[in-house]
């Protein structure tokens, strides 16, 4: 960014007129872009280029708005709108060359920021760098550089030079009554190994630029910390070699205590969030299936609470804890089971969601407050489903009662919910009994029993959770283009309980494949599809490598990207072939997940895509981001070799500059517009 930081790309009273249009818009018809032709498929563009809102906060007083958006330019900037002055808006940060990563308040006069190339892909290799401005968009202070190099911007009167690229945000604390907010809490990171080995917390000051590393008196080899929301330190994890240690400290305390201390795989708990009443809250397994519930730590027993604060049957409990930006006020509990949903403590919360899902029924209404509970709070409401990626509006508790909600504006404009496909979750059962949930994605008019083509679209990971009940870019945009969408939950995703993710362990090739398919026979049984491709990426791009090797009878064609297609190599790694893998990962964790590339040997090449190609006879779509560090571009040039040398050609794309997943929006389209070509051709047109 260099030589540009700062300089704007739209004029000034251009950003406000297109506020104005977004905010203030009379109906949500009036957001989107111009409407398709009723025959016309929407552009894979649609789906996904950045949403027109990719994140919206208010301010600590409620007073100002701040978002991110590309809309009305080709990268991604910050803005602030004024609430209390319709129509006022200010673009605060806006670059030639960089796109705004993320932010975060200060107080109501300024803001943070990181920033990275979109364009170069590579995010993940990139330091986003942090950054300090004021709502009018002046006062622009580097407070961590995003490479290493000379300073972005020359510091004036005394400030210190910006820290290097290897600081990371760690915690803005919560100002308190009248404090100005100049101290924020970063991390130096000590790597080793493939990453960073331990955290170092020190208080930044955003005004002069100085920091100071915290007297901590910890171990060595933090790798991860909590904080109150005042930035207080109160918990340590610490890792070595294949056990883990939580050290904590209370208010009022000095010294730190370890509060639990065993081998990495055998976790009663993990951490959650850190309460301002001294309260910490975990997860833990709880009933046969191990769901994970939110309960509070007994400090006095030295074990998470017997009794759930919060459990969601028939999932993992996932979300957070909201407390009040003023008072550190316990509010409520966000989760997500097969949807999000909050459950409010505070009555006057509880009465306002009641009120907004009267008014949007069917709709995941998320709200957001400033000055919780009171006549004149400001509520940002977020309201979306599984067809519709969501709309803003901004509710007053003072406002008048024929202008209650007020639209800010679409998520995606351009995209009509009516034309999206729903979503819902099945359980089915495995061969072994396992139940298995399935998210099913449905184009509209489509029912089990219209035989016709579908995709069974593994998720990566695969210790992580695929589906929601949620707009989704990938399920949308193959939807839209006809295809029923089936992502199962095989045995090994995290998200329903510690049996279901341990079901999975050195299952790679073997009953977790087994799942998909049985899943695949499953959709044909029901009448959801008559024919099958199989796609994924990451480690479901492995299973559709495996998919097509051992189960040709049941799909026509697979697409893989980034796949892992050498077992071996993502095991054991390679001196001259770089990821991101650390040593201990290869050491224990993947070990205990996937096998020992030395003792099981035998099992591991019958389940590797790259030893079992000659086996692969179906069309395949392999593509790989030529930068990737998570699973090298090796994994593709060797499966393309071994797949040529068996007589068996893979549709071959490569992006380079990109990592593991794509950044640059022309290769997001040019990626799908492949998909859908590829399929049209084995799959047929719905």
């Known amino acids: 960014m260099r030589g540009v930081l700062g300089r704007f790309l739209v004029a000034p009273w ?93 107080d109501d006069e300024r803001l943070l920021f990181s920033v990275f190339d979109r364009s170069r892909g590579l995010m993940q290799q990139e330091a986003p760098g942090l950054y300090v401005i004021g709502v009018d968009g002046q006062g622009l202070r580097e407070l961590v550089m995003r490479r290493f190099s000379s300073p972005l911007v020359e510091p004036r009167g005394g400030r210190a030079p910006p820290l290097e690229p290897d600081h990371m945000l760690l915690h803005v604390p919560r100002p308190g009554a009248g404090v100005a907010a100049d101290e924020i809490v970063v991390g130096k990171m000590r790597w080793g190994g493939n990453r960073w080995t331990s955290v170092e917390p020190m208080r930044l000051n955003v005004r002069t630029g100085r920091a100071q590393l915290l007297d901590l008196k910890t171990p060595d080899n933090v790798a991860q910390w909590w904080f109150d929301s005042q930035g207080q330190p109160r918990l340590a994890l610490v890792r070595e070699e294949d056990r883990r240690r939580l050290h904590w400290r209370g208010a009022g305390e000095t010294a730190w205590r370890v509060i639990d201390d065993r081998q990495i795989g055998s976790e009663a708990f993990w951490p959650h969030s850190v309460g301002d009443s001294g309260e910490l809250f975990v997860t833990r397994s709880d009933g ?160 089990a029993g219209d035989k016709g083509p579908a995709v069974v679209l593994v998720h990566g990971g695969p210790w992580s959770r695929g589906g929601a009940w949620e707009w989704d870019a990938m399920a949308q945009f193959l939807a839209s283009r006809g295809y029923v969408v089936i992502e199962p939950e095989f045995r090994g995703s995290a998200g329903y309980g510690r049996r279901h993710l341990e079901a999975g362990n050195r299952q790679w090739g073997r009953a977790m494949q087994h799942d998909i398919a049985d899943t695949a026979r499953w959709a044909l049984q029901q009448g959801w599809a008559d ?17 097509l090797i051992q189960d040709p009878d049941l799909f026509r064609c697979g697409a893989a990207w980034v796949a892992v297609a050498d077992l071996f190599l993502f095991l054991e790694g390679s001196w001259w072939i770089d990821d991101d893998i650390s040593r201990e990962g290869r050491r224990y964790d993947l070990k205990r997940l996937v096998g020992d590339p030395e003792a099981d040997a035998a099992m591991l090449r019958e389940v590797s895509p790259l030893h079992q190609a000659a086996r692969l006879k179906r069309p395949l779509l392999l ?55 590829f399929f049209g051709k084995h799959l047929g047109q719905p």
């Not at 129509?87 to 990563?101: N, T, Y």
Request: proline share 8%; net charge neutral.
């Open 14 to 106: 251009l950003v406000a007129l297109w506020l104005v249009a977004l905010c203030w818009g009379p109906s949500v018809a009036s957001a989107q872009a111009p409407a398709q032709t009723p025959a016309a498929q929407p552009a894979a563009e649609l789906f996904f280029r950045p949403a027109a809102v990719l994140k919206a906060e208010l301010s600590p007083s409620g007073k100002r708005l701040a978002l991110m958006t590309a809309s009305g330019g080709e990268r991604v900037g910050l803005f602030v709108w004024s609430l209390d002055d319709a129509g006022k808006a200010q673009q605060v940060a806006r670059f030639s060359d960089g796109d705004v990563r993320d932010f975060n308040w200060l």
């Open 288 to 447: 046969p299936a191990g769901l994970q519930v939110l309960t509070r730590f007994d400090f006095a027993s030295g074990a998470p609470s017997p009794t759930p604060f919060v459990s969601t049957p028939g999932f993992d409990f996932r979300g957070g804890v909201i407390a009040d930006h003023d008072s550190g006020r316990l509010l409520g509990v966000r989760v997500n089971a097969d949807a999000e949903t909050t459950v409010w403590l505070d009555p006057e919360l509880k009465r306002v969601q009641a009120w907004i899902d009267e008014r949007f029924p069917g709709m995941v209404n998320r709200l957001s407050c400033r000055r919780c509970g009171a006549k004149d709070m400001v509520v940002l409401v977020r309201s979306s489903s599984d067809r519709d990626p969501g709309h803003l509006w901004l509710w007053r508790g003072d406002a008048p009662p024929d202008k209650p909600a007020q639209l800010l504006g679409r998520i995606r404009p351009g995209l009509d919910p009516e034309r999206m496909a729903s979503v819902d979750v099945v359980r089915i059962a495995a061969r072994d009994g396992l139940e298995l949930p399935v998210w099913l994605t449905v184009p509209p008019g489509r029912k």
């Open 531 to 547: 024919r099958l491709c199989i796609a994924g990426g990451s480690y479901g791009g492995y299973s559709t490598l495996m998919g």
């Open 623 to 677: 593509v790989h981001g030529e930068r990737d560090r998570r699973v090298p571009f090796a994994h593709a040039e060797r499966m393309r070799k071994a797949l040529q040398a068996a007589g068996n050609e893979p549709e071959w794309v490569t992006y380079p500059g990109e990592g593991h997943g794509w950044l640059k929006l022309a290769n997001h389209v040019d990626f799908a517009n492949r998909l859908e070509a």
